[in-house]
């Protein structure tokens, strides 16, 4: 089976840069997913990561280590619209269901 | 708007009930996923579809089912409601040559089991 784990809350300032952690354990890997969820919304798709390094999207990063089972989610100029609640993913393999962290609650502030 | 459709948007019902939650993918999205995410399980995996057959199934109890139909919309049917089954239920869709990793979820069905 997966399993992932990621910090529950974090807290950071506006403008300023936060990095979320999500370490893995999975029978096969397929790639490392990243997911946006507003209160009372639906997870929106952020980036997903297949190889070892950084992925840039605007002011969203995001990095694979496979060898490590470790990647992150970076937020470079930090908005109020930003407080969310963050998910990472796996695929373990080929048709394998996605599966889950429990989510990272980041909270900013002024 | 992700272009997933989800309906009802609140469904309040009895334990004991039977409901039925609608969803329809994106425009040529063949795969259609179901999802659970209540607060202390988070987003629990229900069950794929795939053009009309089912592909994978994660810990979906016995009481609910689901199917996809020829246009490609999908129902989830859940059975017997218990207080526990009060929880988001949300579909995603997949676009063609895409990944499973990446997924496009509706706006979700809040259920209320009184």
């Known amino acids: 089976g997966q399993s992932l784990e990621q910090p529950s809350e974090v807290t950071a300032v506006e403008g300023a840069i936060v990095q979320i952690n999500c370490t893995y354990q999975?029978?096969?890997?397929?790639?490392l997913s990243w997911y946006q969820q507003h209160d009372g919304g639906a997870p929106t798709f952020l980036s997903y990561?297949?190889?070892?390094g950084l992925e840039e999207t605007g002011r969203f990063s995001s990095f694979l280590s496979r060898s490590d089972s470790y990647g992150y989610l970076l937020l470079q100029e930090l908005q109020m619209k930003d407080s969310a609640s963050y998910f990472c993913?796996?695929?373990?393999?080929?048709?394998?269901?996605?599966?889950f962290g429990k989510g990272t609650r980041l909270s900013v502030i002024a | 708007d992700s272009g997933v459709t989800q309906t009802p948007k609140h469904l309040i019902t009895a334990t004991g009930q039977r409901v039925t939650l609608r969803c329809s993918p994106r425009?040529?999205?063949?795969?259609v996923y179901w999802y659970q995410q209540s607060l202390d399980q988070g987003l629990q995996f229900l069950i794929q579809?795939?053009?009309?057959?089912?592909?994978a199934k994660g810990n979906i109890l016995e009481r609910f089912s689901a199917q996809q139909f020829p246009d490609l919309h999908s129902e989830l049917n859940l059975s017997s409601l218990e207080l526990g089954d009060s929880a988001l239920y949300f579909c995603?869709?997949?676009?063609?040559?895409?990944?499973?990793?990446?997924?496009?979820f509706g706006p979700g069905t809040r259920l209320t089991v009184l």
């Open positions: 995603a869709s997949t676009p063609s040559g895409r990944t499973t990793d990446t997924q496009y």
């Open positions: 999975t029978s096969g890997f397929y790639g």
């Open positions: 990561n297949a190889l070892d």
């Open positions: 993913a796996v695929r373990g393999s080929g048709n394998t269901p996605l599966v």
């Open positions: 425009s040529g999205d063949l795969s």
């Open positions: 579809y795939y053009n009309g057959e089912e592909r």
